[in-house]
């Protein structure tokens, strides 16, 4: 008995193998994301490494491996001369992140420092929407932005779990801010680009 939904589903999908292959690739990102604390943790305590080396290592990497993937993609890379300045200005907030975001993972520990950061960027992504955006904060938005603020405050302001010095401490969690503001940043800058390209 022929199935129109069901079949239509399947055209699509037989139409578009990338999908799958795409989600992977997602996941794959996030989890790399999401270790890359523990892993400077790691590295910090066994090899020496210094937080600074490890982002620098990560975004010469990432550099050469993206490189290699425009070289083998069929297809024009050419940037257009009016977003040759966002390109470079996401380049510096990639690099600010990692500047920034190693350097606090050493300071106050992975915990503290991956909450803080996460729950920042958010928060700076919303802020700054309304001017680089044009965007309009909704009263539920607005809510969930001084919910936020709290919430990160009271992670800063009253830590759970972190031995180290308030001094050192808070270093760390405003070092965490920083990578939260360039990440935020870096995504505003991209959602520019893509609504200028679109």
Same mark, same amino acid.
């Given at each position: ?43 910090? %305590?066994?090899?020496?490494?210094? +937080? ?82 044009? %965007?309009?904060?909704?009263? +539920? ?58």
């Amino acid at each position: 008995m022929p199935r129109p939904g069901y079949d239509r589903g399947v055209h699509r999908a037989r139409q578009a193998p990338w999908s799958v292959g795409g989600l992977i690739l997602i996941a794959l990102a996030a989890i790399l994301w999401g270790t890359s604390g523990s892993v400077m943790t790691v590295l910090a %305590e066994r090899a020496s490494a210094g +937080p600074l080396l490890v982002g620098l290592a990560r975004l010469w990497l990432a550099a050469i491996l993206l490189l290699l993937a425009t070289s083998m993609t069929p297809g024009s890379f050419a940037v257009a001369p009016g977003d040759r300045w966002r390109c470079v200005a996401m380049g510096a907030c990639m690099a600010g992140y990692q500047a920034a975001y190693f350097p606090a993972v050493t300071l106050s520990g992975i915990a503290i420092v991956a909450l803080v950061a996460i729950c920042s960027a958010p928060l700076a992504i919303a802020a700054l929407a309304p001017w680089l955006l044009g %965007e309009h904060l909704t009263r +539920p938005v607005r809510v969930a932005l001084g919910l936020g603020v709290i919430g990160t405050a009271l992670l800063v302001a009253a830590p759970s779990g972190s031995s180290a010095p308030r001094a050192r401490f808070l270093a760390g969690a405003l070092l965490a801010l920083v990578a939260g503001l360039a990440y935020a940043l870096y995504v505003l800058l991209a959602k520019v680009s893509l609504r200028r390209s679109a």
